[in-house]
C-alpha cells in the first residue's frame, strides 16, 4: 500500500506554518507499516488542488489530505474532490442537525456558511469531530482510499488516531516506537554512559534527543509483530535501566506531572504550592492532570514580599533579612503553605526568572526549591539559563523531579 | 515568477523531521514577491524525484531543492538533476582541493565517497558552503531556474540568505504580512461580518485562520516598496476595525497577556487572582510577561471547597448552597481576593474543566468569570467545549478578554 499526502493552505506556502501535519501521519503510517512516497502542499487553490488530487490518484493507493474543509470560502478540499472523482455532495442530516445544536448550545446562531459543513461527497462516511465543526471524512473509491482530514492539528491528530487509524488495512510488519525520558543528565553525558549499548545495538535504534531540561531516547524497533517489537523494545528498556537508574522517569506519553500525580495518588498525599519566580506554572502542570483534585491542595503565587508575608504568614522582616530569593525563605513557602493548605506536602520556589532583576550575587536563573514533608525540610539551589519561560520550565521540572525521588523513596 | 520547492529525504516521509526547509525558503520568497506554489516532499529515490523534477519544470520558473547533496549513495539530487536535463557531471577543480584541505585541517583522511560533492553538472555556478561539505549549485537552463541546496537547516538557511537571495531575480515587488487577533467571535461570524470586505479585496488579501478561542485575520499586502505595503495594510486595517471594533485585540507579535499587562501598566492597577477549574494557567500567562511584578499582587488556585474556604474566607456553607460551580462563588471569589491582596482588581474563575466531573445541569465547559473592581462585581457565564486543556486556555483568553474591555472603557 502506497500512501500520498496531500496538505492545503496558503499560509504553508507562505512559510507561515510548518507542515507539522504530515510530519504526524508519517509518523503513524510507518508505524502501521503503510509506506508514504510523496507529500505535496497546495495553497487555497482550486484549479492547483485538482491537479494535485489527480496526480495522487494515478500513483498512490491511499490519499490523506489535510485542511480546506472548513466553512469559509477558502475551504475548497471537499468539493473538488467530489468534482474529481464525480460524486455529488449531498446533506448529512445528521451532522447538520449536531451542527445547529452545537451552536445553539453556545447561545450564538449558526451562520449561513457554516450548513456546508454537513455536506458529504454521495458514498462516503462521515467522521465526527469531537474538537471542531469540520467533520473529517471517509471515502472509498474503486481501488482507492481517500481521506479528507481538518488542518488543525488538534482536531486533526485525535480523529486520525481514533477514528481513521482503526480503518486503514495493516500491513506484514511492523515499526514500534518507544520514548525513554531521562532528567538530571546532559544530552552529552547520557550518549557518554550509553555509548557502548548505542554502538552495539541496530534492532531498536536508539536516537537521544536534547529537549528543554531533560533527554528523550527515541527507541525504534523493527519485526514481524507488534508483540515481537515490544518484547525487543523491553529488552532494551531494561539495559538502559540498569545503566541511568532513576535518571529515566517517564515513558512514551507519560510527563513528569503524570508520573508525580501517579505517586502522590499511590501514596494519598496532597500537595501544597509556593510559587514565586514560576508564577503558577506549576499549578498549571499539575491541574493539567485530569484527576488532579485529589492531591492537590492549593496553590499560592506569591511574587511579591507583601503576598508572601500577607498569604503565608513570613514576616517581612524575615524576607528583608534574608533577601526574597534565598534558601531561608524557599524553606519558610515551602512550610509555610504546607501549614496554611493543611496539606501533606509543600513546596516552595523563590528564585529570578529575568530578563531584569540579577545582580552579580544573585544572578537571572537563581532558583532556590524547597520540599516541606511531616517531618523535614529539604531545599536545593539551581543556577538555571534561558529565556524567562525556559527559566520558568526548568524550574518546575526540577521542583517535580525533587517531589518525585522523594516519593520513590517512600516505596 | 513561479516558485517550487521540492525537499528529498526518507526521513520526512517516515515522520522524523518536520520539513522546516521549506517554512523557510517560503518565507523568504514571499518576502522578496516570488510566489510559491507547490511544496514537494519525495524520498531518497531517483525514479520519484526525477518525476518530481520534470513535474516541476513544466510548470514553474523556479525550483529550489533541499537535501541530497551529501557524500553517501542516498545523495542523488545532483545526478539526478543532470539526468534530467541532459548535462554531463564535471569535476569542479578548486572545490575538490578545498575539500581535501578542509580534511586535511582535521586531521582526517577524505574518504573516495567524499570526492562526488566536487562535482557540478556543466554550466552550473557552484555555491560555497560555509558550514559543511556539500556546496549548493545554481543552474540557469532555458527559461527556468534550478537552485540545489544542501538538507541541513544550519547550512541552508546561511547559504540561502547570503549567497542565493541576492542572485534571484527581484520581483520589483515587495510582500508584508500582518496579523490580527480577534477574540469573542468564531470564524464563521467573523467572515460573516467581513464577507463584502474580504470578497472585494484583492491587495492586501485578508485570510481568516480560526485558533484556539479566537480567530487571526492574516492581511498580506504587496506593492512597488514595504512603505506602499504598510499604507496598504492601514487602510485595510481601519476598514476591519470599523466592522469588528473591539474583538480586534491584537496585531502580530502581541498578545492577549501582553496587550492585557500594558492596560494595567498605563492605567496603574494591580490585579489579584483566585483560579479554581483554570488551575494557576492564567497567573502563569501574566507573569510570562518581563516586569508583571509591577502589577500581579498575588494569584490563588483554590481546587476544593476548603481552599476556597481557608484562603478567600468564603463560608463553605455558602459554597455548599450556591456550589462552587456557580456565579455567586466566581463572583465571591473575585471580590475575595481583591480584599485578600489588597488589590485594585480581582479576577474569580470558577468551572468544570473535565473530562469528568460534569452534569446534565452542570455539563464539562461551564466557567463562570467574574471581575471585582473598586465598584462593581461582575461575572459572565460560558460554554466552552474541547479537552481539559483546551477549556483551560478559553477560560483564560475569556477572562483576560473581560478584563481587557473593562480596561479599555476607562480610557
Redesign the interface.
Same mark, same amino acid.
Given at each position: 500500500m502506497k500512501a500520498e499526502i496531500i496538505a492545503t493552505g496558503?499560509? $504553508? $506556502?507562505? /512559510?507561515? =506554518?510548518? &507542515?507539522?501535519n504530515?510530519? +504526524?501521519?508519517?509518523?503513524?503510517?510507518?508505524q502501521m507499516g503503510i509506506?508514504?512516497?510523496?507529500? =505535496?502542499?497546495? #495553497?487555497d &487553490?482550486a484549479v492547483?488542488l485538482e491537479a494535485a488530487l489527480r496526480?495522487a490518484l494515478s500513483r498512490s493507493d491511499i490519499i490523506i489530505t489535510s485542511g480546506g474543509l /472548513?466553512?469559509? !470560502?477558502?475551504d475548497l478540499t471537499k468539493e473538488t474532490v467530489a468534482k474529481v472523482l464525480q460524486l455529488p455532495l449531498e446533506v448529512n442530516a445528521e451532522w447538520e442537525r449536531q451542527l445547529i445544536n !452545537?451552536f445553539a %448550545?453556545? @447561545? %450564538?446562531k !449558526?451562520?449561513?456558511?457554516?450548513y456546508k459543513q454537513a455536506l458529504l461527497p454521495r458514498g462516503a462516511k462521515l467522521i465526527t469531530n469531537d474538537?471542531g465543526t469540520a467533520p473529517g471524512i471517509w471515502l472509498e473509491h474503486r481501488d482507492k482510499i481517500i481521506v479528507l482530514l481538518p488542518g488543525?492539528p488538534?482536531e486533526l491528530e485525535p480523529m486520525f488516531i481514533e477514528k481513521i487509524m482503526p480503518l486503514l488495512p495493516s500491513s506484514g510488519s511492523s515499526l514500534v516506537s518507544r520514548t525513554l525520558k531521562v532528567v538530571g543528565l546532559g544530552e552529552s553525558s547520557v550518549e557518554d554512559k550509553l555509548a557502548e549499548i548505542i554502538a552495539a545495538q541496530t534492532n531498536p535504534t536508539i536516537a537521544p534527543l536534547a529537549k528543554l531540561g531533560e533527554v528523550h531516547l527515541r527507541l525504534t524497533a523493527k519485526a514481524r509483530s507488534k508483540t515481537e517489537c515490544q518484547e525487543l523494545l523491553d529488552e532494551t528498556e531494561a539495559k538502559l535501566t540498569a545503566r541511568l537508574g532513576n535518571a529515566i522517569y517517564a515513558r512514551d506519553e507519560q510527563t513528569m506531572g503524570s508520573v508525580v500525580a501517579e505517586l502522590l495518588s499511590k501514596n494519598k498525599l496532597s500537595l501544597a $504550592?509556593a510559587?514565586s519566580c =514560576? @508564577? @503558577?506554572?506549576?499549578?498549571?502542570t499539575?491541574? &493539567?492532570i485530569?484527576?488532579?483534585?485529589s492531591f +492537590?491542595?492549593? #496553590?499560592?503565587?506569591?511574587? %511579591?514580599n507583601?503576598?508572601k508575608s500577607?498569604?503565608l504568614g513570613i514576616p517581612l522582616q524575615f524576607i528583608e533579612e534574608h533577601d526574597a530569593v534565598s534558601a531561608e525563605v524557599g524553606r519558610a513557602m515551602a512550610s509555610q503553605v504546607r501549614e496554611?493548605?493543611?496539606s501533606d506536602l509543600g513546596l516552595g520556589i523563590t528564585g529570578i526568572? #529575568?530578563? =531584569?532583576g540579577g545582580t552579580a550575587d544573585k544572578p537571572v536563573g537563581l532558583v532556590y526549591i524547597a520540599l516541606a514533608t511531616p517531618t523535614t525540610v529539604t531545599c536545593q539551589r539551581f543556577n538555571f539559563f534561558g529565556k524567562?519561560?525556559n527559566i520558568?520550565e526548568r524550574a518546575v521540572m526540577s521542583a517535580l523531579n525533587m517531589l518525585r525521588l522523594y516519593l520513590i523513596q517512600l516505596g
Open positions: 496558503t499560509e $504553508l $506556502l507562505l /512559510g507561515q =506554518t510548518v &507542515n507539522t504530515a510530519r +504526524f501521519l508519517s509518523e503513524k503510517l510507518a509506506d508514504v512516497y510523496w507529500h =505535496t502542499v497546495v #495553497g &487553490n492547483r496526480l /472548513g466553512p469559509t !470560502m477558502d !452545537m %448550545s453556545r @447561545g %450564538s !449558526m451562520t449561513q456558511n457554516n474538537y488543525p488538534r $504550592l510559587e =514560576t @508564577g @503558577g506554572y506549576l499549578a498549571h499539575l491541574t &493539567n485530569p484527576g488532579s483534585s +492537590f491542595s492549593a #496553590g499560592l503565587v506569591t511574587y %511579591s507583601e503576598a500577607k498569604l496554611v493548605a493543611e526568572a #529575568g530578563p =531584569t524567562r519561560e520558568k
